[in-house]
């Protein structure tokens, strides 16, 4: 079993700032990436931000600059510093883990958290 949990999303003002946390735990021999995705009402789910094991990092061009991701290793924890929000970030934000799972280490997982809200209001 493997579960991925999303915190942090709230209501902020265009302008400010948010932080969200993005926990994976469970049966989990190792984590290869992790993500940040969101989808907005009427709209397909995006990637905003991931980082891969060796630490490389994307950005959708949308967010360069004003968001930055990072990661605990020890905790199997990511995280999404938003800052300079815009109205247009309003979206649901959900986390991805590829991983590989205990006892089954020959393919790979992808997990998706619940999602968190992230309204930006003017």
């Known amino acids: 079993q493997v579960q991925v949990v999303e915190s942090g999303g709230g209501l902020a003002q265009a302008g400010g700032s948010l932080r969200l946390s993005c926990t994976a735990s469970?049966?989990?021999?190792?984590?290869?990436?992790m993500g940040w995705y969101r989808q907005a009402p009427g709209k397909q789910r995006e990637l905003v931000a991931a980082?891969?094991?060796?630490?490389?990092?994307t950005y959708a061009d949308s967010v360069k600059g004003r968001f930055t991701i990072s990661r605990d290793n020890d905790k199997n924890t990511i995280y999404l510093q938003m800052n300079s929000l815009k109205s247009e970030d309003t979206a649901v934000y959900y986390c991805?883990?590829?991983?590989?799972?205990?006892?089954?280490?020959?393919?790979?997982?992808?997990?998706w958290g619940q999602g968190t809200q992230v309204t930006v209001s003017s």
């Open positions: 991805n883990a590829d991983l590989k799972k205990i006892g089954s280490l020959n393919r790979s997982y992808s997990y």
């Open positions: 469970g049966s989990i021999f190792s984590i290869n990436a």
């Open positions: 980082i891969i094991s060796g630490g490389t990092t």
